[in-house]
């Protein structure tokens, strides 16, 4: 369990592009607002991620940020006002 | 040559080599690989590299030419093939290799890079290109390192490939290196094992370093509802029924996926699940194994020889640690959970059953033994459960499997089934075939290997998690109902016991031969990674897990 946590936020200037940032964006994390996403990734999986938003972004016109929040171990704390929003959560699944 | 291995050698296959011959082995020979944080740093930065450009321009070509990237070029001279990140061409033709490291200290290359770097000089100038160096550039230092091309350059490279190709002649791999510096971020430590093996061979006193990969972050999914329907939703699963999405994971996080009944997979889905290494399995609703499915199965076919010569052979060998381990487990479960203690005769016995096994001649005397000691561990199985209504069941009936008679047993069968499909995961993951066991006839269906290797696990993770269900009041009678089959698990005591089961498998041990803590997930596979080991005939015996 190497995971980090990490704050991804972007602004993509053409539809197109956006959806595909989207689609990259939600196999790699859970969204948390409109273009923020909160995502867990291992070094490897970063880099997969990294490659995968450069493979699609344009430099001079988007802009994606990332912060990193600290091992998912013991990430930084997140408060939420408002409406609910669901954290990633690692696990078995029993559906 | 033995004529067995492939004709054309790959340069990166001799860096491989020079750097570490039993690495070289695994990886062209046996066709392991595992991806690690390192090369998956060394993949993002050759993205731009490895990108094909013009072609190489010809020998006689007049005039500059551009730097040309991603050139594949074979040799059956030298006998050997290669793509190199770029050619440079000036006065003379360089070949230059992207490292994502650091150069070393001296000025001079890594001895391993260099080889390779030499054969991709060896490569161009069979093509007829006139080369006098290469050069290597090291990301992380931002230094470039020249190697020339020369007679002794010529006499090294070809000293290497004689090297490389009589080692993957060898029926077996190299031994692993000693306690050598390069192995902690070696991406195949996990299924090298070196300091394990450099222990359980007596190449080494020293207790190993923790250097088995720490536990993956991919968990299992069990998909109980009925009627449900499992796809992919880009880069996530996605579990729907009747159109409503009940949840969405992404593949990242899954390790395995386990169907339950009647639960539907896509084609997407599971060619997606395979890309990402997880098996999916079905079962029955009653938890029965009935089937798996993986992507391509393991090429390492030396392996899987073996495991049959071993099969056939009868593998007593290999069965007897992991009987003796089981009652030994047996017994200890016993000793510290009988709240008024087991009659000291009874432990004895046990004790003395776990010794005959080393010396059982026959699998039928084998199977006494073990049938013995388990008469004598399932007449205090049931004092170890809080709840007397229970107990009372379970002492009625003692251990019976078809039809489960009290919850107890149904617990416990249903405990098996989950350790059965999580053993057959550990076989498929190393490359051994479930099927083809040592002690357990393979016969009637049954995966006989995945039943041989879980016998030492049945009390430290069935019986256990059995144990703790009942007596921290997770389960109770409540959770099960009577059926015309038997006593069977109502929909929320299967799911409750489920999660009991996967906090068991979370929980570490301190492996008692390596010393070090690790999860009872992972130990299945290092057991399996051993046993593997021993078969291949790298390792003499079986170490099976015996905890205190």
Known sequence: ?95 | MNGDEPELLPARMLNEFTFCPRLFYLEWVSAEWAPNDDTAAGDFDHRAIAKPSVPLPDPDHDGPWPAVRAVALSDPGWGLTGIIDRVDHDDETVPVDYKTGSAPRNGHAWPADRIQILAQAALLESAGYPVNHGELYYRKSHRRVDVAWDDEGRRDLRTAIANARNTAAGLRPPPPLEDSPKCPRCSLVGICLPDEHNLLTARSARSPRRLVPRDPDQRPVYVLEQGASVGVDGGRLSITRQGEELESIRLLDVSQVNLYGNVQVTTQALRQLWAHGAPVLWLSRTGWLDGWSQGQPSKNVDLRRAQLSAHIAGGLGLARPMIAAKIRNQRTLLMRNHPSGVPASELTSLRELSHQCENAQRRDELMGIEGTAARIYFDHFGSLIRDEEIAGLFDRHGRTRRPPTDPVNAALSYAYALLTKDVVTACLGVGLDPYLGMLHAARFGRPSLALDLQEEFRPLIAESTVLRAFNNGEIGIGSFRQTSSGTAFTDTGRRKFIESYERRMEEELRHPVFGYRISYRRTLEVQARILAAVLIGELEDYTAVVTR
């Open chain 1, 1 to 95: 369990m190497s995971r980090r946590r990490y704050l991804i936020a972007y602004d993509i200037a053409d539809p197109k592009r956006l959806r595909q940032v989207i689609k990259i964006m939600e196999s790699y994390g859970t969204r948390l607002q409109y273009s923020v996403f909160l995502c867990d990734l291992s070094g490897a999986e970063s880099l997969h991620w990294r490659g995968d938003i450069l493979d699609v972004i344009e430099l001079s016109k988007d802009s994606v940020v990332s912060i990193d929040l600290g091992p998912t171990l013991k990430p930084a704390e997140i408060n939420l006002l408002g409406l609910p929003r669901q954290l990633p959560a690692q696990g078995v699944h029993i559906i």
